[in-house]
Each structure stands twice: as C-alpha cells, then as structure tokens.
Nanobody, 123 residues
Framework: QLQASGGGLVQTGGSLTLSCAASGFTFTDYAIGWFRQAPGKEREGVSCINKSGGSTNYRGSVRGRFTISRDNAKNTVTLQMDNLKPEDTAVYYC??????????????????WGNGTLVTVSS
C-alpha cells in the first residue's frame, strides 16, 4: 500500500512537499516514482528514484525545481517541489516498481499505485 499526502493550493513560485508512505511490501526491493495527471491529459512521470536512493531522474520541465529522496528506514519517499508553476497543477501519485531501478519512469511500468494528492498552483 502506498499513501500519498502533502498536496494543496500554492501561489506561483511557492513550494510544497509531497510524501509517500509505503506499507505491506519490502520497500527496499522497489524503485519508486512520482507521477502526475492534469485534467484531460495523460499521466506522466515526474521523477523516479532507485531502491537505494542513489540514482534519480526527472522530467525536463521539473529538473532543478523538484527533488526526490527516500528514507528506507521509514519506508517513505518525498518530493520537494520548489518554484512551482501553474503548469505543475495536477493530481500527483506515487507508485512502486519491483526493480532496482527504473530510469524510464513511465506510468505503465509500475506495479503498485497509491492514492492521488491534488496540487494546485495559482497564477
């Protein structure tokens, strides 16, 4: 089970921290990703992290603004989002793939999904 939290309403340029808490599976066997889906658009990968936390990747539009990290002792993954833009508005999901690493970070490659948390960035 994956539980995402931390979404909310923020102004352009603001920050939010999303958290994903995992339970019921061996967290350290899984790469974790954050994905988002805006109304009328396909779900897209935002950032993924490997099982140890040593490798990460980001979609181009968020690179330099978002930071993914994980705490394997607490079974959590965090997405720090800074300098938010209106185009970041979406429902954000965390997901897990049973693999050491999944650099492609595509939504159709994930095994488990959490609930979504809504991020709204006002202009």
């Amino acid at each position: 089970q994956l539980q995402a939290s931390g979404g909310g309403l923020v102004q352009t340029g603001g920050s939010l921290t999303l958290s994903c808490a995992a339970s019921g599976f061996t967290f350290t066997d899984y790469a974790i990703g954050w994905f988002r889906q805006a109304p009328g658009k396909e779900r897209e990968g935002v950032s993924c992290i490997n099982k140890s936390g040593g490798s990460t990747n980001y979609r181009g539009s968020v690179r330099g603004r978002f930071t993914i990290s994980r705490d394997n002792a607490k079974n959590t993954v965090t997405l720090q989002m800074d300098n938010l833009k209106p185009e970041d508005t979406a429902v954000y999901y965390c997901a897990a793939r049973r693999a050491s690493w999944y650099p492609r970070c595509r939504y159709y490659g994930m095994d488990y999904w959490g609930n979504g948390t809504l991020v709204t960035v006002s202009s």
